[in-house]
């Protein structure tokens, strides 16, 4: 008998008037006879939980902010209807704040022998795995009087991939590639590395594309030009330990990384370049290797859906020498990682010469746009102080980039908006110049 059963009868009885307990046993067993065999009738018709067929179905993966919806189907093998309220337990971190109630509870009604299907729709606040707990049915009698309750295990597993918002930034980026690819009508001369097409010389051209085999076998002046070399590798190396779990906006600076490494991902595939992902911090959390262009991106979010920060010190010397094995030639190594003077001076920069040394390095930090408000206020002794740290912060970030510059690093610092759109351009410029 469940609490509510309980419930009811106790409350039953305790509304009972004053005059029937004045009559004595008799007035009240008169009473509560019939009330007593309604709730024992009432529970005998309730149909039993336990025999009961739950299924799953539904989506498997969604992008955070995106809804999932999960579908349970229950079939009642027995003889009773059952009329049973029914809650669908996940994770807190399933729903938005306050919606877990509405959400995750249905009523339902299932005739004998027959099915019926209820659908829970999961707007998770977090990436990773969301995994089904247990689903709780109270199965109530036709006069609502008592309850049967029992629990179901139904596994199932969503996945809440990374939202990708910077996505946005890519028609613009492809155009401008398109257009260093000479598949625009804009038939600008582009760098590169690679022999391209010849053309008529027009006023403006450099002069050292001349080819003068070719200009002197036609009757005007011929010049090269070059398209950006195809078939270059990029390593997109993540930094997951500790510093990577600081919030900025309200979101780790890990998940503004792993934007920015996405749009960079499209952008170089897109171009005919091969992508790998490493995801380090004193071990490999995740790495994805060898995959086409049409396989990478979606190999990528799925890789980067499960990522966490982890509350360790970054190993350097172990992400570079696990770098250097991953990028067998020469590459773009792209650290997604901090700017902060101890973690550099300390860590990176007595092992940085191994990179630079072979590969083209690059390193994109994501920068608190609360710093730049603090920078510029003002009014009283408090904002001023203010404004006094937070320009010494920004000091000492742009001397740390300062001397990796100095190590021909490619710098870039920027807020969780700009990350992504400047990291793609800072790609496109490379391969402009030829660097890749």
């Known amino acids: 008998m469940a609490l509510t059963g309980r419930t009811a009868l106790l409350a039953a009885v305790c509304s009972l008037p004053v005059g029937i307990w004045d009559?004595?046993?008799?007035?009240?067993?008169?009473?509560?006879?019939?009330?007593?065999?309604?709730?024992?009738?009432?529970?005998?018709?309730?149909?039993?939980?336990?025999?009961?067929?739950?299924?799953?179905?539904?989506?498997?993966?969604?992008?955070?902010?995106?809804p999932a919806d999960i579908t349970l189907t229950l079939t009642n093998p027995s003889r009773?209807?059952?009329?049973?309220?029914?809650?669908?337990?996940?994770?807190?971190?399933?729903?938005?704040?306050?919606?877990?109630?509405?959400?995750?509870?249905?009523?339902?009604?299932?005739?004998?022998?027959?099915?019926?299907?209820?659908?829970?729709?999961?707007?998770?606040?977090?990436?990773?795995?969301?995994?089904?707990?247990?689903?709780?049915?109270?199965?109530?009698?036709?006069l609502g009087l008592l309850s049967r309750q029992g629990a179901h295990e139904v596994p199932w597993t969503v996945r809440v991939l990374p939202p990708f918002t910077s996505r946005k930034h890519l028609p613009s980026k492809l155009a401008r590639l398109r257009e260093l690819d000479r598949r625009?009508?804009?038939?600008?001369?582009?760098?590169?590395?690679?022999?391209?097409?010849?053309?008529?010389?027009?006023?403006?051209?450099?002069?050292?594309?001349?080819?003068?085999?070719?200009?002197?076998?036609?009757?005007?002046?011929?010049?090269?030009?070059?398209?950006?070399e195809r078939d270059r590798h990029i390593l997109l190396v993540l930094d997951t330990g500790r510093t990577s779990a600081?919030?900025?906006?309200?979101?780790?600076?890990?998940?503004?990384?792993?934007?920015?490494?996405?749009?960079?991902?499209?952008?170089?595939?897109?171009?005919?370049?091969?992508?790998?992902?490493?995801?380090?911090?004193?071990r490999v959390r995740a790495l994805v290797q060898g995959r086409t262009a049409r396989d990478v991106l979606p190999s990528l979010v799925n890789a980067m859906a499960t990522l966490e920060p982890e509350l360790v010190e970054?190993?350097?010397?172990?992400?570079?020498?696990?770098?250097?094995?991953?990028?067998?030639?020469?590459?773009?190594?792209?650290?997604?990682?901090?700017?902060?003077?101890?973690?550099?001076?300390?860590?990176?920069?007595?092992?940085?010469?191994?990179?630079?040394?072979?590969?083209?390095?690059?390193?994109?930090?994501?920068?608190?746009?609360?710093?730049?408000?603090?920078?510029?206020?003002?009014?009283?002794?408090e904002a001023v102080y203010e404004a006094a740290a937070a320009a010494r912060a920004q000091t000492e970030r742009h001397r740390t980039g300062e001397q990796l510059r100095r190590h021909g690093v490619t710098v870039i610092d920027a807020t969780p908006d700009d990350l992504a759109p400047a990291l793609a351009d800072a790609y496109l410029a490379l391969k402009a110049a030829g660097r890749l």
């Open 80 to 142: 009773r209807t059952l009329r049973a309220h029914l809650r669908d337990a996940w994770p807190p971190s399933s729903w938005r704040p306050g919606t877990e109630t509405e959400a995750s509870r249905h009523r339902v009604t299932v005739p004998p022998g027959e099915r019926r299907r209820v659908t829970t729709r999961l707007r998770p606040t977090r990436r990773g795995d969301h995994r089904a707990d247990r689903v709780t049915i109270r199965s109530y009698g036709p």
């Open 184 to 228: 625009t009508s804009v038939l600008t001369r582009g760098e590169g590395t690679e022999f391209d097409s010849l053309r008529e010389y027009v006023p403006g051209d450099d002069t050292r594309s001349i080819d003068w085999r070719a200009t002197a076998r036609h009757s005007t002046v011929a010049v090269r030009t070059w398209r950006p």
């Open 314 to 381: 970054t190993n350097a010397r172990g992400l570079t020498a696990t770098a250097l094995r991953t990028a067998h030639r020469r590459s773009l190594v792209v650290l997604m990682t901090t700017l902060d003077a101890p973690p550099v001076e300390e860590g990176l920069l007595p092992v940085l010469p191994q990179l630079t040394q072979r590969h083209t390095v690059l390193l994109a930090s994501v920068a608190d746009p609360h710093i730049a408000r603090m920078a510029t206020s003002r009014g009283n002794a």
């Open 23 to 66: 009559a004595g046993w008799t007035g009240i067993l008169a009473v509560n006879v019939p009330l007593a065999l309604a709730c024992v009738c009432d529970f005998a018709l309730a149909a039993p939980v336990r025999r009961l067929s739950l299924t799953r179905s539904g989506d498997t993966s969604a992008r955070l902010g995106d």
């Open 246 to 282: 600081g919030r900025v906006d309200d979101a780790p600076r890990l998940d503004a990384s792993m934007d920015a490494a996405l749009l960079l991902a499209a952008l170089a595939s897109r171009a005919g370049d091969r992508v790998d992902l490493l995801a380090y911090d004193r």
